[in-house]
Each structure stands twice: as C-alpha cells, then as structure tokens.
C-alpha cells in the first residue's frame, strides 16, 4: 500500500510542468488584452463600518490617546505628540498643537521610535501623558547616538552587527488647558537593551 503523502509529493512537479506549459501556451497564443491578470483584492468592511480619513498631514502616526474630557493626543514616530482640544476639533481637521517634541532624544528607524503613548487614567487630577520610546543612545549613554540611521561599513549595518539602543518610558506633565507639556518630565525606565531595528518597544497602557 502506497503512502498517500508519497504519492502526492512525486505527483506535483509534474502538475507544476503542466500548468506552467498551459499557461506559456494561453499567453501565446492570446492577444495581451485578453490574458487574464492578477488583481490585489482591496479591504473589505464588515457591515456597518466605514473608512474615512480623520485627520490629515500626521508624519507616521504611531498611537492615539484620549482624556476624559476629550482631549485627543496622537503619537508621531520621530517623536513629536500632537494634541485636540476634542474629537470634534481632529474630524474638522484643525490644525494641531505640539504637545511634545523629543525628537532628539527619539530614535525613529525601521520599526523604532515613540511607539507607545498613555494619559494617566485620573487625569486632570493627574496630568500626565507617558511615552514609550526608542531611545537613542547606548545603555548608559546619552543622546543622541545614530540620529534616525544605522550606517553600514564602517558602521555595524542594521541587520548585521546592528545599533544598539535602548528603551525609555517618560511621564510628562502636560498644561491641562492647552494640552502642551509644562517642560516637566520623570524618566521611569530607561532598559529594554536593543541590538536590531525590528520589534523595538511597543504599546503603553494603563
């Protein structure tokens, strides 16, 4: 008695053969306008749901928090947060205030950079946002160390010997009025040793 999986293994190159000498023979002898040609499927929603865009000219948003009274606070991977007075204000496309900018303290390459961003759940009481970020620079050292690239030779290549950086969690204290940080801010953490650029950090929540 044959193995079923036997079988089938010596039998699909010559299935493979066969349907490449087919499809050789069609785009032959076919004029191009009637070849057939492979479409990419767009998304499909679920009933009920709709894709629009709600807020224009972001550089790689990255997170999205909301206060209890509606503050809104976006994200950008090169490390700037962004800030709404209310949902109504990001939908009507009103220009943004700047809340943030860590750029220089950021390290926004590949899959890093200011990825994870919270408001502290008693807001206004306690009026903080925290960030998590890669941040840019050696453990124990200082920033910023490669400024958004990874060099190859001479340098150590992203994917070869890697930049190594670092992970950093920062609670800032923001002006709850305006929604832009008071110029105080606490370093949690700062670990999270990283050697290649994917996979850096991830989400905060509370």
């Known amino acids: 008695m044959r ?19 087919a499809f050789v ?22 009933a ?5 865009i709600l807020a224009s000219g972001l550089n790689h948003p990255s997170a999205i ?10 994200a950008e991977q090169r490390g700037v947060v962004k800030t709404w ?12 205030a700047v809340a943030l900018d860590i750029q220089g303290q950021v390290n926004s390459y590949w899959d890093r950079g200011l990825l994870g ?8 009481v306690q009026p903080y946002i925290y960030v998590l970020y890669t941040y840019d620079a050696v453990p124990g050292g200082s920033p910023p160390r490669w400024n958004d690239l990874c060099p190859g030779s001479p340098g150590p290549g992203s994917t070869t ?21 008071t110029g105080s801010t606490t370093h949690l953490i700062t670990d999270y ?14």
């Open 161 to 181: 010997d890697g930049c190594v950086a670092s992970g950093r969690i920062d609670r800032v204290q923001m002006d709850t009025t305006s929604g832009i940080a």
């Open 193 to 206: 040793c990283q050697q290649f650029p994917s996979h850096s950090v991830g989400t905060l929540v509370f």
């Open 85 to 96: 007075p209310s949902y109504a204000a990001l939908v009507a496309d009103q220009a943004p």
């Open 25 to 46: 023979l069609v785009a032959t002898v076919l004029p191009a306008e009637f070849v057939p040609v492979a479409q990419a499927a767009g998304p499909t929603l679920a």
């Open 3 to 21: 193995h079923p999986a036997r079988t089938s293994r010596r039998s699909v190159p010559g299935r493979i053969r066969t349907l490449l000498a």
């Open 48 to 52: 009920g749901f709709t894709d629009e």
């Open 117 to 124: 961003l919270a408001v502290d759940p008693d807001w206004p």
């Open 65 to 74: 928090a909301f206060t209890s009274n509606g503050r809104v606070f976006v």
